[in-house]
């Protein structure tokens, strides 16, 4: 069997899934790190510059006491999947820095990063799943909650969108802007 030679040039394509590379690992590593400091993190990063009235704030304080919840009883398995977060991030990088450095083993370290990166989202599959069905079982009644409301809210302003247009389009729309009547 022959082997692996040092590629003379890097394509176009290489550097694209290298740079790709590149961020996944990037990201992988530092998602280990801030989960594995404080499995939580990742559950507070979501923007909150928006302002919420009461009852939206009421929701989103029932859903971070859910979320909490859901959290404290997987973990381990959340600390022990950022621990292999770490190490895939580290690994990917690794691979990336074999490839664009126009490595030899380049081929097969990044063909092992694939492998293993596909496995690994294979066997997260069921947990994360199972997490989800928890989540959403437990977030039903605040969801059926806050879905009534909000249809509640869109018809009303589905409601004055039909009252402007219909405004703006009858005859009184229409004087008003000086047009003919129809």
Same mark, same amino acid.
């Given at each position: 069997?022959?082997?692996?030679?040092?590629?003379?040039?890097?394509?176009?394509?290489?550097?694209?899934?290298?740079?790709?590379?590149?961020?996944?690992?990037?990201?992988?590593?530092?998602?280990?790190?801030?989960?594995?400091?404080? @499995?939580?993190? =990742? #559950?507070?990063?979501?923007?909150?510059?928006? &302002?919420?009235? /009461?009852?939206?704030? *009421?929701?989103? +304080? !029932?859903?971070?006491?859910?979320?909490?919840?859901?959290?404290?009883?997987?973990?381990?398995?959340?600390?022990?999947?950022?621990?292999?977060?770490?190490?895939?991030?580290?690994?990917?990088?690794?691979?990336?820095?074999?490839?664009?450095?126009?490595?030899?083993?380049?081929?097969?370290?990044?063909?092992?990063?694939?492998?293993?990166?596909?496995?690994?989202?294979?066997?997260?599959? @069921?947990?994360? =799943? #199972?997490?989800?069905?928890?989540?959403?079982? &437990?977030?039903? /009644?605040?969801?059926? *909650?806050?879905? +009534? !409301?909000?249809?509640?809210?869109?018809?009303?302003?589905?409601?004055?969108?039909?009252?402007?247009?219909?405004?703006?389009?009858?005859?009184?729309?229409?004087?008003?802007?000086?047009?003919?009547?129809?």
């Amino acid at each position: 069997m022959a082997s692996a030679q040092a590629p003379t040039n890097r394509p176009v394509w290489l550097i694209v899934l290298a740079l790709a590379m590149l961020l996944v690992g990037t990201l992988t590593l530092l998602e280990g790190l801030l989960v594995i400091r404080d @499995p939580q993190v =990742l #559950a507070r990063l979501t923007p909150r510059d928006v &302002a919420m009235t /009461p009852s939206q704030e *009421e929701a989103d +304080r !029932r859903t971070i006491a859910i979320n909490d919840a859901i959290i404290a009883r997987h973990r381990t398995a959340l600390r022990f999947d950022a621990g292999f977060s770490i190490a895939f991030g580290m690994w990917t990088l690794y691979a990336t820095a074999a490839v664009l450095s126009r490595d030899r083993n380049g081929r097969v370290l990044a063909l092992a990063t694939a492998a293993l990166g596909t496995a690994h989202c294979l066997a997260v599959l @069921p947990f994360a =799943l #199972a997490v989800a069905r928890e989540a959403a079982d &437990a977030t039903r /009644p605040l969801l059926t *909650e806050v879905s +009534r !409301r909000q249809i509640i809210s869109t018809a009303v302003s589905v409601g004055w969108w039909l009252l402007v247009f219909f405004y703006f389009a009858g005859r009184r729309g229409r004087e008003l802007y000086g047009l003919p009547p129809r």
